[in-house]
């Protein structure tokens, strides 16, 4: 499995950004997937996953800000980012898991400034 993230950037605390993973050489309608995020000094963080079912988990730390969404047919993740803050700053990873593999991307940067 081959993962690609974009969609990340600098933006202003308040502002809102979406990422998207693109998959390549997987089986995804039956994955997990997920968003991490690591920032500088820390250890990489969990974000929230997706189930093949649609439903959703999210950490205390985004929930009611972040979303989590997935495109079987296109073999994509998103994650749309509202209320962003500048603790939200970090280098953010999607995940894949399957009983066969887990595969990482190589992450997107995302910047918030205060």
């Known amino acids: 499995v081959h993962l690609v993230e974009s969609g990340g950037g600098l933006v202003q605390a308040g502002g809102s950004l979406r990422l998207s993973c693109s998959a390549s050489g997987s089986i995804f309608s039956i994955a997990v997937l997920g968003w991490w995020r690591q920032a500088p000094g820390t250890q990489r963080e969990w974000v929230a996953t997706i189930w093949s079912s649609g439903s959703a988990q999210y950490n205390d730390s985004v929930k009611g800000r972040f979303t989590i969404s997935r495109d079987n047919a296109k073999s994509t993740i998103d994650l749309q980012m509202s209320s962003l803050k500048p603790e939200d700053t970090a280098l953010y990873y999607c995940?894949?898991?399957?009983?066969?593999?887990?595969?990482w991307g190589q992450g997107t940067q995302v910047t918030v400034s205060s």
């Open positions: 995940k894949y898991s399957s009983s066969f593999e887990t595969a």
